[in-house]
């Protein structure tokens, strides 16, 4: 896997142009919702091939968008390289290409990314009072996920080549994100065909949101499920959560290689550094089929 290496960028207005050769991302500032506070979404497609073709592509939905592709706008100064990462996949052979649709975060991100049925259920009243006193209100995903199905896939699916289908359309994101998006997975499971979820921040909710989480799973068979964590600064804390949300995948009947995949990433830190070092494994699982033989650990 390569490491960081940053990438100069042309800044064109609403568009940022790479000088890579990896291709062009739009970003639509301030995009406009009803549900939640406007904020920047950044769309990356692959590079035309000069021939022509109208290619169609399927879909990754990623929370933290600011963090994807550019290391300037990155919260460490590393960003994740998806959009390298796509191209290897391309360059490889393993898969045609995808449109990579990030999503910045805002000032609300606990709030918007914290799954809201778990905690205001019967059980979840302590947790619910804990992350109220710690975020300044209650969580607002159910509106983010409002956001996300009825005005921006709408927008990507009119203005892009894709694939809009449930076969095609994923979601992926990490730490809070990754919980946002399993939850996205749960509550629309007829318009998401998988989720990736790394270092994903399970104590935030403990035992109440991984139940719920686990107990909501989409039974398998049309969805795939892809989880890692590291053992070093947050994620150290994350493999008994994780183990308890296998066994949730498990019992729904995800065979674990096909259509689940969980991965230890010993000595991996919580941090975009390391998601970019991995971030090859769960795009290449969802998008691109089995991967019976990475299902240990790494």
């Not at 290689?257 to 290449?284: C, I, M, N, Y």
Request: glycine share 12%; net charge negative; proline share 7%.
């Amino acid at each position: 896997m390569p490491g960081f290496e940053p990438k100069p960028k042309v800044s064109t207005g609403a568009m940022l142009t790479l000088s890579d050769g990896t291709g062009v991302i739009d970003r639509h500032a301030d995009f406009p919702s009803r549900h939640i506070v406007p904020r920047h979404v950044d769309v990356w497609c692959p590079p035309e091939d000069g021939t022509g073709s109208e290619t169609r592509y399927p879909v990754v939905y990623m929370q933290d968008g600011q963090n994807l592709f550019d290391p300037a706008l990155s919260f460490i100064g590393v960003d994740w390289g998806m959009d390298e990462a796509v191209m290897r996949l391309i360059r490889e052979g393993r898969h045609s290409g995808a449109i990579i649709v990030g999503i910045w975060n805002s000032p609300l991100r606990l709030r918007e990314y914290m799954p809201q049925q778990p905690p205001i259920s019967s059980l979840g009243q302590g947790i619910l009072s804990r992350f109220i006193e710690q975020t300044g209100g209650e969580p607002l995903s159910d509106r983010y996920l409002k956001f996300l199905i009825e005005e921006l896939k709408p927008f990507i699916d009119a203005a892009y080549p894709t694939l809009p289908d449930r076969a095609h359309t994923w979601v992926m994101g990490s730490s809070m994100g990754g919980l946002i998006s399993l939850y996205a997975l749960t509550e629309y499971p007829e318009v998401f065909g998988g989720a990736g979820c790394l270092s994903t921040h399970w104590p935030i909710g403990e035992e109440v949101l991984v139940d719920g989480l686990g107990a909501a799973l989409p039974r398998a068979g049309r969805h795939r499920l892809y989880f890692d964590f590291g053992t070093e600064t947050l994620d150290a804390d994350y493999e008994p959560w994780q183990r308890r949300m296998d066994g949730f995948a498990r019992a729904a009947g995800y065979r674990e290689g096909r259509d689940w995949l969980t991965r230890k990433f010993v000595g991996a830190e919580h941090s975009e550094r390391a998601w970019r070092q991995r971030v090859d494994v769960p795009l290449g699982f969802l998008l691109g089929g089995t991967d019976s033989e990475s299902a240990g650990e790494a």
